[in-house]
């Protein structure tokens, strides 16, 4: 019965594998024409400052309404996107919306915030990123000030050395550089200190971790090594009043997460920048429970 179960087990696996694999290239051209007819949206996420409780900057994430599949997560398509090099065009597109949108609130009044963009590894690894960034910044004539990029610390920090060069370029254009996911991949510290970012991005799976006292101590960890090296701490995944209370006690510099705000459309954004959470940050700092 062993054997048989075992068989299939097996035969099952190959089915499921190929079915993962047809659907994957249904994705793929899906997405050439997700991208040709607007299917893509982009959500911003607003940031909070722990010291004034300010919306002082949002993060900008795709989504793809597919018309038969509804709304399909990033979590799903980016990886293909970025198996597939589709990542490129579709890298570009977001940076002209974040662009178009920008101006949008500008005639608003609205410009004293940052926004981040996530950049994937293809897209870093490109070696015509830094051109691509700079007519981005110039044909849509924000301060690069502004804008940071989100890089994930495997992009970085595989091949540490040759990317030093890479980040003073990007940087050179007086943008702010942020590692994401920070505490997944293997930092060297000593390429940390060299490299001209900005900002730390502590992992959400940390902060989701913050109920054991281990999640705790790496959440701690982090926050001290922004401040050492004269870095932005900021935490995403926020969900508990617990979570904040401690990375606010613990001066924790940035906070993101469901419990100020979830992803936004853009035509929410006004109202969100003009929302401020000082009597939860003030509630937090004395419950000293
Ligand atoms: P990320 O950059 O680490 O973004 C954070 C993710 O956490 C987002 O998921 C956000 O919606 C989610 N999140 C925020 N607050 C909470 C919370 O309190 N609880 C929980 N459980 N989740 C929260 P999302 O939007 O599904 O994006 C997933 C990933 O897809 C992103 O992770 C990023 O790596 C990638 N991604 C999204 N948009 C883009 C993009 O425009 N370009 C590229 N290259 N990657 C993108
Ligand atoms: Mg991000
Ligand atoms: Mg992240
Ligand atoms: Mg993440």
């Given at each position: 019965a062993a054997k048989a179960d075992g068989r299939s087990c097996f035969r099952f696996y190959n089915e499921e594998m190929n079915a993962r694999s047809v659907e994957q290239l249904k994705l793929e051209e899906d997405l050439r024409e997700a991208m040709r007819q607007n299917q893509l949206e982009l959500r911003y996420q607003p940031q909070v400052d722990?010291?004034?409780?300010?919306?002082?900057s949002l993060e900008a994430l795709v989504r793809w309404k597919h018309p038969r599949r509804g709304m399909i997560s990033p979590g799903d398509f980016i990886p293909v996107a970025e198996r597939t090099g589709q990542i490129i065009e579709l890298g570009e597109w977001v940076m002209s919306e974040v662009a178009r949108h920008c101006t949008y609130w500008d005639t608003l009044g609205l410009d004293h915030f940052r926004v981040c963009v996530n950049i994937s590894p293809l897209q870093f690894n490109q070696p015509e990123l830094t051109r691509t960034i700079r007519d981005f910044l110039d044909r849509s004539g924000l301060d690069p000030r502004r804008i940071e990029l989100e890089l994930t610390e495997s992009a970085i920090m595989t091949d540490a050395r040759a990317n030093i060069e890479k980040l003073k370029e990007l940087a050179a254009l007086g943008l702010d550089l942020a590692v994401d996911d920070f505490g997944t991949g293997y930092s060297s510290l000593s390429y940390l200190k060299r490299f001209p970012i900005t900002t730390l991005k502590i992992d959400q799976s940390f902060v989701a971790d913050m109920s054991s006292a281990d999640g705790v101590a790496i959440v701690d960890a982090i926050i001290v090594l922004a401040k050492t090296l004269n870095l932005r701490s900021i935490a995403e995944g926020i969900e508990t009043q617990e979570q904040l209370r401690h990375l606010v006690q613990n001066k924790c510099d940035l906070l993101q997460g469901y419990y100020f705000a979830?992803?936004?459309y853009p035509e929410d954004v006004p109202e969100a920048l003009r929302r401020n959470y000082s009597s939860d940050i003030t509630e937090a700092l004395m419950d000293l429970t």
């Open positions: 722990a010291r004034t409780g300010a919306v002082v979830r992803p936004l």
